[in-house]
């Protein structure tokens, strides 16, 4: 009985992932769909609507990216995965794509094997206290109980940075950001760290967020990224470029709204011809159709669209783009060329 | 004419192996052994591929590697400079700690409720019976975030302890001396002298005397029918010993002469001088040392500014004071200056080092120390002892759960025992009392105690929910935090898993040992 | 006697009295308070001390469960709604997000449209189970359903073709006839081994070939048809799917202004409450009417937008088949060169290399031999994964079935179902196995079922979860990967069984002696005795105990949101990360406790009513 449900089901329903071989373009190919892990929810990052369909910017992504290999940025099946499970998953090849606000840390490079494509946020450990507490410094949190997210590089980080300061401080760790929320808002901890954009997420949905500070200290760099195994670098360099096709098109001004109108014929720009596959061959050096940057844009919009829809100033959420405006404007977001 | 034929069994056929029943089951065990092997091979040569690929390598070196993480709640000495090694035994004493306050109290609530539920009053057996219902129907998770939550939310935090302007505080300590806040419970702490371990060994022969004396007790009993009363002697082989050598032990410990030994400090510098020279001063000391708290009153009623850290053992301090994360320890007068010359000849130290020259009493052999509300900076209590609200949650909430099944196992135990059992107590003229204690109980123990032993065993592997509520136990630093900065899964979870299997065996062990000394001896 | 009586007679009453009515506090309401509330004074501080009790539960929570909302769209409204009466978001619970998820807590991320899929398997579940345990009153024909049931039910969840649940089910005819003819020749035991091989053999080798086989057959009759019914389907479709977007967007236009009309009224109505207005009622109203014509447009909406959302996902799936489609001919034509073309390699690979499937084995080649191994591995790479291709886009274009569902679209109270019911059906044969083998006086399978049994227990479920989710893959072949579900449900299997092998083995212990001396003394042998007298009664005895472990199993899979499954408590954390509902809290862990306190409560009772029962038709 054991055996044959086993293999019913493996069979039925296709649950075999097969090999997880070297050439994951074709795997993702034969298969029709992207495997695109997230996170279990994210404010702004991941979370699925009531119809189950998820969006937030790092789904943003997992899209662009399905949207440049298919031309629809539906087919992409989104994989919840825990802080602990998220690197097993990528590295057994049950999913191809890791989107999961993951911070770029050279062991996780080097030792763990894989490949940050680039970077999407970049972000920083920050420090949220209640006004009431008085406090304006990082450095006045001598004795405070802090709650933390556990799983990620946050704990490392706070330990670093009490050990340097000479402070003393006591840790709660919580298993989920939405406990740690509610632990912060009850006074069960007097400071609440974890990188600063989840914090701005997290002050938005208070019912009086004005009664809460974050902190200027930002203790530690935070790159966020997506990433994918090594090994494969055609894989890779999929990835790193339609990541650099949205952050592109919103330095040529290339938006949804004037896509159509920008793809329909060769421009003035070389550059934006060339992104947009009305000229060269750059889609197929990557084995895509010519079009592949204009479907990524296509899926959510460029870099700058991306960001204002999920986790931009109009919404709940609120970031202002600080450190991830272009490089134009006093940014870190920067795309190599397209030539 | 020799009609003798060869016995069958000199014919040996190789099909005998099958057929033969004398056979069979050697045949049988051979191939399942042969299985086995060929099973285990199979597993362990993927595992060593998989690894190859992986370019990783089966090896526990990780654990001896800098942990770099904090761990709020240490039964054992531990900071975040020590080793991962030394985080998973932080975890396992945790886990070892809750597992056991657990099965205390899930006994106890068991028992309570069990008997409450064949009570003739309904309001009572109705509740009993709901609160039974309620836990064993509901997932256990669920309860332990639930009674989390309600202690998050229906408990004050601890700043409302603090004094505002006008002096008054929001809410007052019970007895001046425990604050229960939503971080946890603040009581007094107890600080154990050089010479406490004395004491111990004191209690651990009271202990085997009132053993004693209970046995002899029964011993009279059995031979003379008469009744030694046991309770007021063996209260008393506790306590006066005790008191005895606390008294004793506190004579010695107060003639202790200790010293204050300060970095940046001139030869023969007093503790006002030595503040004022350096602002503030960081002083450290080991947590619960009855010397330590003694320093801390020192340097509160000289009214200096200074700030409290912690340290845990002649190595540790030399660390610390080299690392400029302490600028003045108390030591021993006897043993200053040894302690002074091994710090200078750490590497890299170059700062001066000298003893202070006020010196102070160890103290008594155990010191009490007071939860204090700090008056400057971040609202929180100072010394005592914390009894964390993960902790108070999660044992609360295992107990209560494992509590409703035991309630079941009591009430089925009791209702085991059958009615003619204490009729004739009651006929032979046995007190209510000694009728439960001599003749229910120890049938009803029977029945009770097998599947209590495996609620036991429940409640440890359900201790590794902890990391629901944030309890640093096992799962969450070496199978948690440690697997995720290490990338060792199989490692980290193979040593979890072998405690875990280690500690259940070692209960049912002993339990099973209880168990078979008090069944029936049947015929 | 009688003469006595009879003198006495004169003071006896010869009349009856009327009853008189017991005393006050013997009857009624009184006595049964005396005697069940009052009996003594302990008693009494109990009575009072519990009243207390449930007096100070019930006072925090009935207000606010009364002052509850159920109609708001998000935490934000709730308080609003709460507001207007000038409540804070404590004095009253925010309902409304059940209202508006709880078709997900159920269901995970199920598609919407397929839903009767697993009702009707959750149904039949019952239908399936009614022979075995009413096996008297039913008859014994349904026993055949209940066997086929596991089949159906995987069939109906996860959907696909129905060729492959088909052969696998014909893989055990195959071994029970392979049993039965084998055995006639060889015997008992080579009959079992022939059996087991022949029905590995069929599921391993001929069941993928005969499927592949019918799906091409299939694929390739359907082919013309359906690409131009796909093409048609494209064309018709999209612009049902623009339209379907431009109601969806004119319904969201229309919610966001009601919206802002409904911000306007609740300030107005909360303006009205500071000045303490006779006019407040009449706006308060107006501000709840608003609310609840927002919510009808929203949820028009959402409709709205799942319909484009099916429609979108039917479409680019079209799409992608169709695209595909077009690529099969190419493929066709392509497969044969490049498999030649691999194996023209391998055959040519030199001889220190020849058998190597990796470039693990190659640490001591030369470089030649290195170049030409990995030329031969990437071209049979390329060949596997070809056919992989065909191989799927025929599955697809063959399917004769269900539309298939992905594991992880499962979730809710769904998946915990599915995984407990899953666990202990799939553990029932290795705890019998286990159990017979913790009896045996063999010794070698003895200790390793008792080290398998107590492994297995000792070590929590959590720990085995983390394995089947981080470690499964380190222990099977290089390369295999499969489905996370699927891997929690073996590793849960293995969970159960060691419990069920005990619960089991309680029931063997439970049988009195005689039974085994009376089917030894019929003859029987070891397995036939099994099967024919202890195991239908031992099993009969543990079916209580086997739904206790059923319950436990149950309420143990909350457990799988550790390892990023959502369960309901993992969807609450989604939900909680949505910008609507982010901050709630107590309302959905009542609604998940409440569900999961119907159900065991009542399968408790359940084998309760069923132990009681068993023990009077043991007596």
């Known amino acids: ?15 075999a992932a097969g090999m997880a071989s070297a050439a994951t373009l074709d795997d993702v190919k034969a298969r029709g769909s992207l495997n695109c892990g997230v996170t279990t929810g994210l404010v702004g990052f991941a979370a699925p609507d009531a119809n189950g369909v998820w969006t937030g910017f790092d789904v943003g992504i997992c899209r662009a990216v399905a949207a440049a290999i298919f031309g629809d940025p539906s087919a992409v099946e989104f994989v919840p995965t825990t802080g602990q499970t998220r690197f097993t998953a990528l590295a057994s090849g049950e999913i191809d794509l890791l989107a999961r606000n993951t911070t770029w840390t050279m062991s996780r490079d080097a030792d763990l094997k894989f490949e940050f494509v680039g970077v999407n946020y970049y972000d920083g450990q920050g420090f949220m206290v209640p006004k009431a507490l008085g406090i304006s410094s990082a450095k006045d949190l001598d004795g405070a109980t802090v709650c933390i997210q556990t799983g990620t590089t946050t704990e490392l980080n706070l330990a670093d940075f009490f050990r340097t300061n000479n402070l003393s401080y006591d840790p709660v760790p919580i298993e989920t950001n939405a406990e740690a929320q509610q632990q912060y808002l009850a006074g069960a901890c007097d400071v609440f760290t974890t990188d600063a954009s989840g914090l701005a997420a997290t002050r938005a949905t208070f019912e009086s967020p004005e009664d809460h500070v974050l902190l200027p200290e930002i ?39 004037n896509l159509a109108e920008m793809s329909a014929a060769p421009t003035d720009n070389p550059e934006v011809n060339r992104l947009l596959g009305t000229e060269g061959e750059l889609g197929a050096m990557l084995g895509l159709e010519p079009d592949w940057a204009k479907n990524a844009i296509a899926a959510g919009g460029n870099y700058g669209e991306l960001f204002e829809k999920n986790i931009g100033e109009n919404t709940p959420i609120g970031l202002a783009r600080g450190l991830n405006a272009m490089w134009t404007e006093g940014g870190l977001i920067y795309s190599p060329p397209f030539r | 004419m020799s009609t003798l034929t060869d016995p069958p069994s000199n014919t040996f056929r190789l099909s005998q192996l099958i057929y033969d029943t004398r056979y069979r089951s050697i045949t049988i065990q051979v191939v399942a052994l042969i299985l086995l092997c060929i099973a285990f091979y199979w597993l362990i040569n993927n595992t060593v591929q998989n690894l190859a690929n992986l370019g990783k390598e089966f090896n526990f070196g990780f654990l001896s590697s800098r942990a770099g993480y904090d761990i709020n709640q240490r039964p054992i000495p531990y900071d ?48 009993a019976a709901v609160y039974v219902e309620g836990f064993r129907n509901v997932p256990l998770l669920l309860w332990i975030i639930a009674i989390f939550a309600l202690f998050t939310e229906g408990m004050d935090p601890p700043n409302t302890f603090r004094p505002n302007a006008e002096g008054i505080a929001q809410n007052d300590m019970i007895f001046g001396v425990i ?4 971080q946890g419970t603040f009581m007094p702490g107890l600080a154990w002298s050089s010479l406490a371990w004395v004491m111990t060994l004191v209690l651990i022969a009271s202990i085997a005397g009132i053993i004693f004396l209970r046995r002899r007790a029964r011993d009279i009993q059995a031979e003379t029918g008469r009744i030694v009363p046991v309770f007021l002697p063996s209260l008393g082989v506790f306590i006066v010993p005790l008191v005895l050598a606390y008294f004793a032990l506190s004579a010695v410990s107060q003639r202790n002469e200790q010293v204050f030994i300060a970095v940046g400090a001139e030869r023969g ?16 000391g080991i947590p619960n040392q009855a010397g330590s708290i003694n320093g801390q009153r020192y340097l509160q009623a000289a009214d200096v500014n200074f700030r409290r850290g912690d340290y845990f053992g002649d190595t540790d301090a030399r660390q610390a004071l080299a690392a400029g994360n302490c600028s003045l320890i108390i030591a021993d007068a006897s043993e200053a200056t040894a302690l002074i010359a091994e710090i200078e000849a750490t590497p890299l130290f170059d700062e001066r080092i000298a003893v202070l020259s006020d010196t102070l009493p160890e103290g008594r052999a155990i010191e009490v120390h007071y939860p204090k509300m700090t008056e400057r900076g971040i609202p929180r209590f100072e010394d005592g002892f914390q009894l964390r609200n993960p902790l108070i949650a999660l044992w609360l909430a295992l107990s209560l759960y494992t509590g409703a099944f035991i309630a079941e196992i009591v009430r089925a135990g009791i209702m085991a025992v059958s009615r003619g059992q204490s009729e004739a107590a009651f006929a032979l003229g046995l007190r209510p009392n000694r009728t439960m204690r001599l003749v229910i109980l120890p049938q009803a123990l029977r029945v009770i105690v097998p599947p209590l032993i495996s609620q036991f065993l429940n409640l440890t592997k359900n201790s590794s929910l902890a990391i629901a509520v944030g309890y640093m136990d096992v799962r969450a630093t070496l199978g948690g935090i440690t697997i995720n900065q290490t990338g060792r899964e199989l490692e980290g979870i193979l040593l979890m898993g072998m405690f875990y299997l280690a500690l259940s065996i070692a209960i049912s062990s002993v339990m099973n040992f209880y168990n078979n000394r008090n069944t029936l001896k049947e015929r | 006697m009688s003469d006595t009586h009879a003198q006495s007679s004169t003071f006896v009453r010869d009349k009856m009295l009327p009853e008189s009515d017991p005393p006050l506090r013997e009857k009624g309401a009184v006595k049964w308070l005396r005697e069940n509330l009052f009996s003594s004074w302990l008693n009494a501080i109990l009575t009072v001390l519990s009243l207390l009790v449930v007096y100070w539960a019930l006072s925090g929570l009935i207000p606010w469960l009364l002052n509850s909302v159920w109609t708001a769209g998000s935490l934000s409204e709730c308080r609003e709604v709460l507001s207007v009466d000038g409540m804070s978001s404590h004095d009253g619970a925010c309902f409304a997000v059940i209202t508006d998820r709880w078709v997900q807590l159920l269901f995970g991320f199920y598609p919407s449209d397929l839903y009767w899929r697993p009702i009707l398997a959750f149904v039949l579940f019952f239908v399936a189970l009614a022979p075995i345990l009413f096996s008297e009153q039913l008859p014994r024909q349904m026993m055949w359903f209940s066997l086929v049931y596991p089949f159906l039910a995987v069939w109906l969840i996860w959907g696909g073709s129905i060729w492959s649940p088909l052969f696998v089910l014909l893989g055990f005819v195959v071994g029970v006839v392979a049993l039965r003819e084998l055995s006639k020749v060889g015997g008992a035991i080579a009959g079992v081994i022939g059996a087991i091989v022949v029905a590995l053999i069929w599921w391993g080798l001929v069941t993928p070939w005969a499927t592949d086989t019918l799906h091409r057959i299939v694929g390739e009759a359907r082919i013309e048809s359906k690409t131009t019914e796909l093409s048609e389907m494209a064309e018709t479709m999209t612009p049902r799917f623009e339209e379907l977007e431009a109601q969806r967007d004119a319904l969201t236009a229309r919610a966001t202004e009601e919206a802002a009309t409904k911000t306007a009224l609740l300030e107005e109505a909360l303006a009205l ?87 693990d084995g190659a640490g001591d080649a030369t470089s030649d031999e290195r170049e030409a191994l990995e030329a031969a591995l990437a071209a049979e ?82 720990v085995w979860l983390i394995t089947a989710s981080l470690l499964l893959n380190y222990f099977l072949p290089p390369g295999t990967n499969f489905d996370l579900m699927l891997r929690v449900i073996i ?55 086997i739904v206790n472990t059923f319950i436990g199993l149950f309420k143990d899979t909350v457990l799988v949101v550790f390892i990023g499954l959502l369960d309901p408590i993992g969807l609450t954390n989604a939900i909680r990360a949505s910008t609507d509902w982010n901050g709630i809290y107590w309302e959905l862990f009542i609604f998940i406790g409440l569900l999961f306190f119907i159900f065991c409560f009542s399968m408790g009772r359940y084998s309760l009513y069923l132990e009681r029962k068993l023990q009077r038709e043991h007596r």
């Open chain 1, 1 to 15: 009985m054991k055996k044959t449900v086993f293999f019913g089901a493996l069979t039925v329903a296709g649950l």
């Open chain 2, 269 to 284: 510098m007093d503790l006002a001088s030595f503040a004022e020279a350096s602002g503030r001063i960081n002083y450290c």
């Open chain 3, 273 to 359: 409450r500071a000045e303490g207005s006779p006019n407040f009622d009449a706006a308060r109203t107006a501000f709840l009417a608003q609310m609840d014509v927002l919510m009808a447009t929203r949820r028009e909406a959402s409709d709205a937008a799942v319909a484009a959302f099916l429609l979108d996902e039917d479409l680019s799936e079209a799409r992608s088949l169709l695209a595909r489609t077009r690529l099969l001919e190419a493929q066709d034509a392509q497969l044969p060169n490049v498999t030649e073309r691999a194996e023209t390699l391998r055959a040519n690979l030199p001889d220190a290399v020849a058998n190597l499937i990796s470039m």
């Open chain 1, 219 to 257: 203790i530690s760099k935070e790159p966020l990224g997506p990433l994918v195994r090594h090994g494969d670098n055609e894989w890779g360099d999929i990835a790193r470029w339609t990541l650099n096709a949205l952050i592109t098109a919103e330095e040529l001004g290339i938006t949804s709204s």
């Open chain 2, 80 to 127: 975040n400079s020590m080793t991962h090694w030394r985080a998973a035994l932080v975890g396992m004493s945790n886990t070892l700690l809750v597992s056991f306050l657990g099965c205390i109290a899930a006994t106890i609530i068991g028992v309570i409720f069990g008997v409450l539920r064949l009570s003739n009053n309904w309001v009572v057996s109705r509740l």
């Open chain 2, 179 to 182: 604050a229960i806040t939503n």
């Open chain 3, 381 to 462: 790479e390329q060949a596997a994964t070809l056919e992989d291709a065909l191989r799927s886009t025929y599955a697809t274009l063959g399917r004769v079935g269900l539309e298939p569902v992905q594991s992880r679209e499962i979730g809710g109270f769904m998946l915990g179902i599915i995984i407990g019911v899953a666990g202990i059906v799939l553990s029932l044969p290795l705890g019998i196995l286990l159990a017979l083998g913790r009896q045996s006086p063999l010794l070698i399978i003895n200790k390793s079922s008792v080290a398998f049994i107590e492994v297995i227990r000792g070590v929590p479920l959590i």
């Open chain 3, 491 to 545: 590793m849960v299997t293995f969970f159960s069984a060691a419990y069920i092998a005990e619960v089991i083995r309680g029931g063997l212990a439970a049988l009195p002696k005689g039974q085994y001396e009376g089917a030894d003394s019929l003859g029987l042998d070891y397995w036939q005795s099994m099967r024919l007298i202890i195991l239908p009664q031992a099993l009969k005895i543990s079916i209580p105990g």
